[in-house]
């Protein structure tokens, strides 16, 4: 079976500083891809960015970073230079290569931009 | 290009009656997934349709129920409303891909923006 766990359920950061949310996963599927989303008030969820599970190099979106420690089993998003407009849910989710179909999500972490 | 596209934005039922949501993919795509979203939590897999077939399913019971259309657009049904049903439906599309792809972000799900449905 999968898991995600998120432990943040609320995170406070002062803009223009970095911030990390932490997820961690739990899966026996041989190669799986994990995603982070964001889900602003409006409720719609955003795609940031996404990590293989064979990829070599942490992935990076703008300013999105994921550090993926695969023997951890973690996969935290960091994300630099914090605006007042990065307020929101964040989710971290994952999909298998068995179930390719169906993405497994976090219980989400909110995030508030403090000016 | 639209985007994933869903409708009604809110609805309001009472317990016991039935709900008809509605969702029409990105262009291109051809796959149609649903999920719900209960206050404060993530959202949880209900089932996927791909070639108008119920791909996958989650735990959920029968009374949730899918149809998807030769345009690719799809519809979740629930029957016999429970107040535990409120909650956001979130709609997202994709490639239909084939079994055994790695989880790979060709297989990317572009969401929509959610029904919000209250069972009173």
């Known amino acids: 079976a999968q898991k995600i766990t998120q432990t943040q359920p609320g995170m406070f950061v002062q803009e223009k500083e970095a911030v990390t949310l932490d997820c961690t996963y739990d899966t026996s599927d041989p190669s799986y891809g994990l995603f982070w989303y964001k889900q602003p008030s409006s409720g719609e969820m955003i795609f940031l960015i996404y990590q293989g599970s064979y990829d070599q190099q942490n992935a990076t979106e703008g300013r999105y970073s994921l550090n993926f420690q695969k023997a951890r089993k973690s996969a935290n998003l960091v994300i630099s230079a914090s605006q007042l407009g990065d307020s929101a849910m964040y989710f971290c989710a994952m999909r298998g290569s068995y179930n390719f179909n169906k993405f497994y999500f976090g219980s989400g972490t909110k995030l508030n931009v403090k000016p | 290009d639209a985007g994933v596209t869903q409708s009604p934005t809110h609805l309001i039922k009472t317990r016991g009656q039935q709900v008809t949501l509605r969702c029409s993919p990105k262009?291109?795509?051809?796959?149609v997934s649903w999920y719900q979203q209960a206050l404060g939590q993530g959202p949880q897999f209900i089932f996927q349709y791909y070639e108008e077939e119920e791909r996958q399913r989650g735990n959920f019971p029968d009374r949730f129920s899918g149809h998807q259309f030769p345009n690719y657009s799809s519809e979740l049904n629930v029957n016999a409303l429970l107040l535990g049903d409120s909650a956001l439906y979130l709609c997202?599309?994709?490639?239909?891909?084939?079994?055994?792809?790695?989880?790979?972000?060709?297989?990317?799900?572009?969401f929509g923006p959610g029904t919000r449905l209250t069972v009173l």
């Open positions: 997202a599309s994709s490639h239909g891909g084939l079994p055994g792809t790695s989880g790979g972000r060709y297989n990317e799900q572009f």
């Open positions: 262009s291109g795509h051809d796959t």
